[in-house]
């Protein structure tokens, strides 16, 4: 059953943009609302690491390496999360995650969505 379901990833030139979206189906809106939500990417042979986050209270963070060409926003009426991805470079090729953190109710994991930047 599925909790995240991404979508928007593929193959782009550098220098382009893509928006990756995550929904959440299965959830009513007094379970997505207050969870805070990030997405996450992970390259062969690395850890996966955190490149956007936003909480219930729409306070966001961003990695390094994304602040200023990427933007995490969410829709709580569409139980949806997004992320912009403007001037994408070839770093920034890998699968991308969806992560929903509903705190005593547990954390929650997409299947991930491919991002390819050529150069």
């Known amino acids: 059953q599925v909790q995240l379901a991404e979508s928007g990833g593929g193959l782009v030139q550098a220098g382009g943009s893509l928006r990756l979206s995550c929904h959440a189906p299965r959830n009513i809106f007094s379970v997505f609302s207050p969870s805070d939500m990030a997405w996450y990417r992970q390259v062969p042979g690395k850890e996966r690491e955190l490149v956007a986050s936003i909480t219930s209270t729409y306070s966001t963070t961003y990695a390094d390496s994304v602040k200023g060409r990427f933007t995490i926003s969410r829709d709580n009426s569409r139980k949806k999360v997004y992320l912009q991805m403007n001037s994408l470079k070839p770093e920034d090729t890998g699968v991308y995650y969806c992560?929903?953190?509903?705190?005593?109710?547990?954390?929650?994991w997409g299947q991930g969505t491919q991002v390819t930047v050529s150069s």
């Open positions: 992560h929903q953190d509903r705190h005593s109710s547990g954390v929650y």
